[in-house]
Structure formats: C-alpha cells, structure tokens
Nanobody
Framework: QVQLVESGGGLVQAGGSLKLSCVAS????????MGWFRQRPGKEREFAAA????????DYAEAVKGRFTISRDSAKNTVYLQMNSLKPEETAVYYC??????????????????WGQGTQVTVSS
C-alpha cells in the first residue's frame, strides 16, 4: 500500500520561503513521476510542479515558474518543493501525488494514483 506523507507547511510572511517534503512508501519510488498540487479555499485543486521518475525533467505551472523548485532524492524516497517569494494568494493546502503511468500530461491531476493528506501553507501579508 502506497503512503505519501507531506511535511514542511506552516505560516510564513509574504516574500518568505518554505520547503515542503513528501516521503513515499509502498512502491519503488524511483520508478514513478511525482507532482505537487495545491488547493486554495473555495477553489479546485491545481497543478504546481511535477518531476519525472529519474528527475531528469520537471514542469511548473506558469504562476510558480522561477520561484518554486521541485526535486527528488531516491535514496530517501522523498520529493521536495522549495517555494520562494511566496504570495498571500498562495495560501493553500499543498498535496504531493504519485503517478504510475509515465504517459499523459503531468499537469492533469486525474493522472495521479496516490495522494498525500496535504500540508497547510499560510502566507500572511
């Protein structure tokens, strides 16, 4: 059974930084692409970033490009999301997800098979 456990959320001032972590278990981590999504209050879940199984390619939503960095450490079965220059409107629950299929757009949340419980990020103005 796959488990994804996020951590690293919290309260930060606008312009600040946070680094989220997601530890995976139950599957061979290095075989699967991983993604980070977020859900703001009253909004649908939206794509933030994704990384291929070996970490050779990444994809970012336009809104976070240049400020967020996704990375992975297969030795630790962990995917990270470094978030810099955070904005109040980025207050959301952030979720990591694992997709079993290498095909299809990484930005499509329907293509992900497993999800973590989420970690709250609050950016104060």
């Amino acid at each position: 059974q796959v488990q994804l456990v996020e951590s690293g959320g919290g309260l930060v001032q606008a312009g600040g930084s946070l680094k989220l972590s997601c530890v995976a278990s139950g599957r061979t981590f290095s075989n699967y692409a991983m993604g980070w999504f977020r859900q703001r209050p009253g909004k649908e879940r939206e794509f933030a970033a994704a990384i291929s199984s070996r970490g050779s390619s990444t994809d970012y939503a336009e809104a976070v490009k240049g400020r967020f960095t996704i990375s992975r450490d297969s030795a630790k079965n962990t995917v990270y999301l470094q978030m810099n220059s955070l904005k109040p409107e980025e207050t959301a629950v952030y979720y990591c997800a694992m997709r079993l299929s290498p095909f299809g757009p990484y930005r499509d949340y329907a293509g992900y098979n497993y999800w973590g419980q989420g970690t709250q990020v609050t950016v104060s103005s």
